[in-house]
């Protein structure tokens, strides 16, 4: 991760500024995103597929509207999964069409959002969600797909979504019925299918099958039912290393087994892919201060002005197997280190604190660090309210240039929209 940011000799960087002059500047506990890592990411993956595959980014990764904002500067469009997402996508100037809603239990709120922004494509997940939907929709007629729910769970997948008897999409057979219900309702306008059946996955053999699986799916149903199903949304899942060690997600064997099958598929069929976690992990940081240094059980502490309710992820959260963070010093990031520390938080639990996965140079009070990785499920996958503490600002790097993106939040934040 330290190689994508850049980093060579001398203090930490990120899109080519001084991380201590960014902390000085925007305070701490801070985000960094490197919005050219972000996009060169977003340009690779285009090419990978030789332009076939249309992507959607998932907000659900990074909700910061100004990166969506500059993803989309670059023809992404965006997968929301709430009406709150949806108005941060609208927001950063992603066209309704290019914006695909999916969610295993969409709100009427949701729902109802949905529809008036006339977006690209509702993800159904059940057949009730089907009569929601319809009860709402009055003279518009939306654009909706189907969630298949795969026979098979995703191999080597973080956390899986599909295919384990779970809440997500909606069964074969179920939406082969479905499909025939709809295909005589001109109600609403039928587009297509979506899979999407784990995180974190790092399988790209796979991960192909069960894209390769929507794409048969897709051609039998079309057959055996009287619908046609121009649009294929593959998901997205795909892994990003979090340490050194572990290999990065083959997508070049994803291209090589998929591209042939793509250049063959019939004239008007479009296909998407909708990632979040591979186009902006490495392009995060959260950066904390070190508050106060002590000893306690014989180990050394280092307390943070950062913790669990920023970057929930760093302690383990989520995350089937729990695996300590990389963490390096600001000043001296290459430096190999020669102390293994503990890193606590200012929460009031226990589970605020965490071992980095290697030894860092000697941190003093006053001393910055930054948690590498942060640039997916970071914030947003935070309980950012445990405790009434301020949220931390996030700041954008693009073009040589930082600006914030997110104001630092306020003590008062606490009472915001309690009622007394
Ligand atoms: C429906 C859907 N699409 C896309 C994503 C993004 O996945 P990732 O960040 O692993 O690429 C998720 C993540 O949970 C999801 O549920």
């Known amino acids: 991760m330290l190689r994508l940011l850049g980093a060579g000799d001398g203090p930490l960087r990120l899109g080519g500024l001084e991380i201590s002059e960014l902390a000085s500047e925007f305070g701490t506990p801070l985000y960094l995103h490197d919005g050219d890592l972000c996009l060169r990411r977003l340009t690779a993956l285009r090419e990978t597929f030789d332009g076939r595959v249309r992507i959607l980014f998932a907000l659900k990764a990074n909700p910061l509207a100004a990166l ?17 997402e949806l108005r941060i996508a609208l927001a950063a100037g992603v066209p309704p069409e290019d914006i695909h809603f999916a969610g295993p239990g969409k709100s009427l709120t949701d729902l109802r959002a949905a529809l008036e922004a006339g977006i690209g494509t509702l993800d159904l997940e059940s057949p009730d969600e089907y009569e929601a939907l319809l009860d709402l929709s009055g003279p518009r007629r939306p654009r ?10 995703l191999a080597r997948a973080g956390l899986r979504m599909g295919g384990t008897g779970g809440k997500f999409g909606i069964a074969k057979e179920a939406a082969r019925s479905l499909l025939e219900r709809i295909s005589k309702d001109d109600r609403v306008e039928l587009r297509g299918l979506h899979v999407y059946a784990g995180t974190q996955c790092a399988d790209a053999a796979a991960w192909t099958t069960l894209a390769l699986d929507l794409l048969e799916t897709a051609a039998r149903l079309e057959a055996e039912t009287d619908c046609s199903l121009p649009d294929l949304n593959l998901g997205g899942g795909f ?6 060690g572990e290999a990065e997600f083959d997508l070049d064997l994803v291209a090589a087994r998929l591209l042939p099958v793509l250049e063959r598929a019939p004239p008007g069929r479009r296909f998407f892919l909708e990632p979040g976690r591979w186009l902006t992990a490495p392009a995060g940081l959260y950066v904390c201060r070190v508050l106060a240094r002590k000893e306690s059980g014989g180990r050394t502490w280092l307390l943070l002005d950062g913790g ?4 929930a992820a760093a302690a383990g959260f989520g995350a089937v197997l729990r695996r300590p963070p990389e963490v390096v010093s600001v000043e001296r990031p290459l430096d190999p280190g020669e102390e293994r520390v503990l890193l606590g938080g200012p929460l009031c639990t226990p589970m605020d604190a965490c071992e980095p996965a290697h030894p860092l140079p000697r941190l003093e009070r006053g001393d910055l660090c930054a948690f590498l990785g942060a640039g997916a499920y970071g914030l947003t996958f935070s309980p950012v309210r445990f405790l009434g503490h301020p949220g931390p ?11 914030l993106a997110r104001r630092r939040g306020r003590p008062e934040d606490a009472l915001g929209d309690q009622c007394l």
Not at 393 to 403: F, P, Q, T
């Open 239 to 244: 892994s990003f290393p979090r340490d050194e």
């Open 308 to 311: 669990l309710h920023h970057f």
């Open 68 to 84: 969506v904002s500059l993803l989309r500067g670059k023809g992404a469009g965006a997968e929301v999964a709430s009406a709150g």
């Open 144 to 153: 909706i797909a189907l969630r298949i729910d795969p026979e098979s769970a």
């Open 393 to 403: 600002a996030e700041v954008l790097v693009a073009g040589g240039k930082a600006r």
